[in-house]
T-cell receptor, first 116, second 112 residues
Framework: NAGVTQTPKFQVLKTGQSMTLQCAQDMNHNSMYWYRQDPGMGLRLIYYSASEGTTDKGEVPNGYNVSRLNKREFSLRLESAAPSQTSVYFC???????????????FGDGTRLSIL | SQELEQSPQSLIVQEGKNLTINCTSSKTLYGLYWYKQKYGEGLIFLMMLQKGGEEKSHEKITAKLDEKKQQSSLHITASQPSHAGIYLCGADPRGSNYKLTFGKGTLLTVNP
Protein backbone atom coordinates (compact mmCIF):
# COMPACT_ATOMS: atom_id res chain seq x y z
CA ASN A 1 0.00 0.00 0.00
CA ALA A 2 1.90 3.05 -1.26
CA GLY A 3 -0.55 5.76 -0.10
CA VAL A 4 1.08 9.15 -0.74
CA THR A 5 4.45 9.09 -2.49
CA GLN A 6 6.77 12.09 -2.61
CA THR A 7 9.87 12.52 -4.70
CA PRO A 8 12.64 13.32 -4.15
CA LYS A 9 13.24 12.59 -0.47
CA PHE A 10 16.20 14.96 -0.21
CA GLN A 11 17.43 17.85 -2.33
CA VAL A 12 20.01 20.59 -2.07
CA LEU A 13 19.62 23.66 -4.27
CA LYS A 14 21.49 26.88 -4.80
CA THR A 15 19.71 30.20 -4.40
CA GLY A 16 17.90 31.09 -7.61
CA GLN A 17 17.57 27.54 -8.92
CA SER A 18 14.17 26.10 -9.72
CA MET A 19 12.74 22.78 -8.72
CA THR A 20 9.52 20.78 -8.79
CA LEU A 21 8.49 18.50 -5.95
CA GLN A 22 6.33 15.60 -7.05
CA CYS A 23 3.46 13.99 -5.17
CA ALA A 24 1.21 11.09 -6.17
CA GLN A 25 -1.53 9.27 -4.27
CA ASP A 26 -3.12 5.93 -5.08
CA MET A 27 -6.15 6.19 -2.79
CA ASN A 28 -8.45 7.82 -5.35
CA HIS A 29 -8.70 10.90 -3.15
CA ASN A 30 -10.26 14.11 -4.41
CA SER A 31 -8.30 16.64 -2.35
CA MET A 32 -4.55 17.16 -2.13
CA TYR A 33 -2.37 19.53 -0.12
CA TRP A 34 1.15 20.87 0.24
CA TYR A 35 2.56 21.83 3.65
CA ARG A 36 5.89 22.99 4.91
CA GLN A 37 7.19 22.13 8.36
CA ASP A 38 9.67 24.39 10.12
CA PRO A 39 11.04 24.26 13.69
CA GLY A 40 8.90 26.35 16.01
CA MET A 41 6.37 27.07 13.28
CA GLY A 42 4.68 23.72 12.96
CA LEU A 43 2.96 22.66 9.75
CA ARG A 44 1.74 25.41 7.47
CA LEU A 45 -0.45 24.97 4.39
CA ILE A 46 1.11 26.28 1.17
CA TYR A 47 -1.48 25.34 -1.46
CA TYR A 48 -4.31 22.90 -1.76
CA SER A 49 -6.45 21.36 -4.47
CA ALA A 50 -10.00 20.57 -3.40
CA SER A 51 -10.62 18.54 -6.53
CA GLU A 52 -9.06 17.84 -9.88
CA GLY A 53 -8.87 21.06 -11.88
CA THR A 54 -8.85 23.45 -8.93
CA THR A 55 -6.08 24.91 -6.77
CA ASP A 56 -6.15 27.52 -4.02
CA LYS A 57 -3.68 29.38 -1.84
CA GLY A 58 -3.08 28.36 1.71
CA GLU A 59 -1.36 30.21 4.51
CA VAL A 60 2.10 30.69 2.93
CA PRO A 61 1.84 30.57 -0.90
CA ASN A 62 4.43 33.21 -1.84
CA GLY A 63 7.32 31.85 -3.86
CA TYR A 64 5.49 28.67 -4.87
CA ASN A 65 3.29 27.43 -7.68
CA VAL A 66 1.31 24.22 -7.94
CA SER A 67 -0.18 22.04 -10.63
CA ARG A 68 -2.89 19.44 -10.19
CA LEU A 69 -1.82 17.30 -13.11
CA ASN A 70 -4.63 14.78 -12.71
CA LYS A 71 -6.55 13.21 -9.85
CA ARG A 72 -3.47 11.34 -8.63
CA GLU A 73 -0.74 13.94 -8.93
CA PHE A 74 -0.12 17.33 -7.37
CA SER A 75 3.22 19.06 -7.88
CA LEU A 76 4.84 22.00 -6.09
CA ARG A 77 7.26 24.26 -7.93
CA LEU A 78 9.84 26.68 -6.61
CA GLU A 79 10.65 29.03 -9.49
CA SER A 80 13.58 30.83 -7.85
CA ALA A 81 14.60 29.14 -4.64
CA ALA A 82 15.51 31.25 -1.62
CA PRO A 83 17.20 30.20 1.66
CA SER A 84 13.93 30.98 3.48
CA GLN A 85 12.39 28.07 1.61
CA THR A 86 14.67 25.57 3.32
CA SER A 87 12.18 23.28 4.99
CA VAL A 88 10.59 19.86 5.04
CA TYR A 89 7.73 19.67 2.57
CA PHE A 90 4.81 17.32 3.01
CA CYS A 91 2.14 16.35 0.56
CA UNK A 92 -1.20 15.04 1.84
CA UNK A 93 -4.47 13.82 0.39
CA UNK A 94 -8.01 13.21 1.61
CA UNK A 95 -11.33 11.95 0.32
CA UNK A 96 -13.86 14.70 0.07
CA UNK A 97 -17.25 13.52 -1.10
CA UNK A 98 -19.64 15.42 1.15
CA UNK A 99 -19.27 18.92 2.57
CA UNK A 100 -20.30 17.94 6.08
CA UNK A 101 -18.17 14.84 6.24
CA UNK A 102 -14.77 15.13 7.81
CA UNK A 103 -12.10 12.92 6.36
CA UNK A 104 -8.54 12.62 7.65
CA UNK A 105 -5.61 13.73 5.57
CA UNK A 106 -2.96 11.13 4.78
CA PHE A 107 0.63 12.29 4.48
CA GLY A 108 3.68 11.33 2.48
CA ASP A 109 7.11 10.91 4.06
CA GLY A 110 8.27 14.38 3.12
CA THR A 111 10.95 16.05 1.02
CA ARG A 112 13.86 17.60 2.90
CA LEU A 113 14.94 20.64 0.93
CA SER A 114 18.00 22.76 1.66
CA ILE A 115 18.73 25.95 -0.22
CA LEU A 116 22.21 27.38 0.02
CA SER B 1 -8.08 32.29 12.24
CA GLN B 2 -8.08 29.01 14.11
CA GLU B 3 -5.23 28.55 16.58
CA LEU B 4 -4.32 25.37 18.35
CA GLU B 5 -2.25 25.33 21.51
CA GLN B 6 -0.62 22.06 22.51
CA SER B 7 0.74 21.29 25.95
CA PRO B 8 3.20 20.31 27.06
CA GLN B 9 5.69 21.16 24.32
CA SER B 10 7.80 18.20 25.38
CA LEU B 11 7.44 15.33 27.76
CA ILE B 12 9.86 12.72 29.11
CA VAL B 13 8.38 9.71 30.85
CA GLN B 14 9.59 6.38 32.13
CA GLU B 15 8.39 3.31 30.30
CA GLY B 16 5.18 2.04 31.81
CA LYS B 17 3.93 5.44 32.94
CA ASN B 18 0.71 7.05 31.78
CA LEU B 19 0.68 10.45 30.15
CA THR B 20 -1.68 13.06 28.70
CA ILE B 21 -1.21 15.59 25.92
CA ASN B 22 -3.66 18.46 25.51
CA CYS B 23 -4.82 20.45 22.52
CA THR B 24 -6.83 23.63 23.04
CA SER B 25 -8.58 25.58 20.33
CA SER B 26 -9.46 29.26 20.20
CA LYS B 27 -12.64 28.36 18.29
CA THR B 28 -15.15 25.55 18.13
CA LEU B 29 -13.74 22.42 16.60
CA TYR B 30 -15.72 20.76 13.83
CA GLY B 31 -13.15 18.05 13.38
CA LEU B 32 -10.07 17.28 15.46
CA TYR B 33 -7.34 14.96 14.24
CA TRP B 34 -4.44 13.42 16.09
CA TYR B 35 -1.26 12.48 14.25
CA LYS B 36 2.04 10.98 15.26
CA GLN B 37 5.34 11.82 13.60
CA LYS B 38 8.61 10.01 14.08
CA TYR B 39 11.77 11.98 13.53
CA GLY B 40 12.53 12.29 9.82
CA GLU B 41 9.28 10.68 8.76
CA GLY B 42 5.80 11.66 7.70
CA LEU B 43 2.67 12.04 9.80
CA ILE B 44 0.69 8.97 10.71
CA PHE B 45 -3.04 9.44 11.25
CA LEU B 46 -4.15 8.18 14.69
CA MET B 47 -7.74 9.26 15.32
CA MET B 48 -10.43 11.72 14.33
CA LEU B 49 -13.01 13.24 16.71
CA GLN B 50 -16.08 15.14 15.60
CA LYS B 51 -18.74 15.17 18.30
CA GLY B 52 -18.69 16.84 21.69
CA GLY B 53 -17.88 14.27 24.36
CA GLU B 54 -16.59 11.77 21.81
CA GLU B 55 -13.90 9.35 22.88
CA LYS B 56 -11.92 6.92 20.73
CA SER B 57 -9.27 4.36 21.55
CA HIS B 58 -6.66 2.53 19.57
CA GLU B 59 -4.51 0.04 21.42
CA LYS B 60 -3.20 2.01 24.42
CA ILE B 61 -4.01 5.48 23.10
CA THR B 62 -7.29 7.23 23.94
CA ALA B 63 -8.40 10.58 22.56
CA LYS B 64 -11.29 12.67 23.85
CA LEU B 65 -13.06 15.81 22.67
CA ASP B 66 -14.76 17.88 25.36
CA GLU B 67 -18.46 18.76 25.26
CA LYS B 68 -17.78 22.34 24.20
CA LYS B 69 -15.60 21.05 21.34
CA GLN B 70 -12.72 23.36 22.16
CA GLN B 71 -10.31 21.00 23.88
CA SER B 72 -9.00 17.54 23.14
CA SER B 73 -6.73 15.26 25.11
CA LEU B 74 -4.62 12.30 24.08
CA HIS B 75 -3.91 9.78 26.81
CA ILE B 76 -1.36 6.99 26.57
CA THR B 77 -1.59 4.17 29.08
CA ALA B 78 1.50 2.19 30.12
CA SER B 79 3.80 3.99 27.68
CA GLN B 80 6.37 2.09 25.64
CA PRO B 81 9.46 3.24 23.71
CA SER B 82 7.45 2.70 20.51
CA HIS B 83 5.15 5.56 21.59
CA ALA B 84 8.01 8.06 21.34
CA GLY B 85 7.66 10.75 18.70
CA ILE B 86 5.93 14.04 18.02
CA TYR B 87 2.18 14.18 18.50
CA LEU B 88 0.26 16.80 16.57
CA CYS B 89 -3.33 17.84 16.73
CA GLY B 90 -5.00 19.24 13.64
CA ALA B 91 -8.28 21.13 13.43
CA ASP B 92 -10.77 21.62 10.68
CA PRO B 93 -12.51 24.73 12.01
CA ARG B 94 -15.35 25.06 9.54
CA GLY B 95 -16.07 21.50 8.54
CA SER B 96 -14.45 22.04 5.17
CA ASN B 97 -11.34 19.89 5.64
CA TYR B 98 -9.55 22.12 3.18
CA LYS B 99 -7.48 24.19 5.54
CA LEU B 100 -6.35 21.95 8.32
CA THR B 101 -4.59 23.94 11.04
CA PHE B 102 -2.02 22.19 13.20
CA GLY B 103 -0.70 22.70 16.69
CA LYS B 104 3.08 22.92 17.02
CA GLY B 105 3.37 19.43 18.41
CA THR B 106 4.38 17.66 21.61
CA LEU B 107 7.68 15.78 21.65
CA LEU B 108 7.35 12.59 23.66
CA THR B 109 10.39 10.68 24.91
CA VAL B 110 9.90 7.34 26.63
CA ASN B 111 12.88 6.08 28.57
CA PRO B 112 13.29 2.32 28.95
Amino acid sequence: NAGVTQTPKFQVLKTGQSMTLQCAQDMNHNSMYWYRQDPGMGLRLIYYSASEGTTDKGEVPNGYNVSRLNKREFSLRLESAAPSQTSVYFCASSERLYRDSNQPQHFGDGTRLSIL
Amino acid sequence: SQELEQSPQSLIVQEGKNLTINCTSSKTLYGLYWYKQKYGEGLIFLMMLQKGGEEKSHEKITAKLDEKKQQSSLHITASQPSHAGIYLCGADPRGSNYKLTFGKGTLLTVNP
